[in-house]
Nanobody, 120 residues
């Protein structure tokens, strides 16, 4: 599985960005993670492809939306009302699991190269 992220950039606080992840194929659980400088990587949002169930970290609930386009195997992360603390490298990931532990990075065995999001 190959994952290619795009859509990152620089935005002012309160602005919006949409990240995209083009996947060569879906796995059961698809997720977005982020890593800020000097911090551990953390799960942001995840989606169970079959059911469409979604999962969000408390820090992004109500602001971020994860979605899929099955027609072209694209995963999206719509990010609204961005805050400076959202600044990080964002990664798309794929897991063969059922999203039982949607934010456990060790459950994901495919990762994209990351796309930078900077909020000032």
């Amino acid at each position: 599985v190959q994952l290619v992220e795009s859509g990152g950039g620089s935005v002012q606080a309160g602005g919006s960005l949409r990240l995209s992840c083009q996947s060569s194929r879906y796995r059961r659980c698809m997720g977005w993670f982020r890593q800020a400088p000097g911090k551990q990587r953390e799960g942001v949002a995840a989606l169970h492809v079959g059911s469409g169930s979604t999962y969000y970290a408390d820090s992004v609930k109500g602001r971020f939306t994860i979605a899929q386009d099955k027609a072209d195997n694209t995963l999206y992360l719509q990010m609204n009302n961005l805050k400076p603390e959202d600044t990080a490298m964002y990664y798309c990931a794929a897991s063969p699991g059922y999203c039982y532990r949607p934010f456990l990075e060790y459950d994901y065995n495919y990762w994209g190269q990351g796309t930078q999001v900077t909020v000032s």
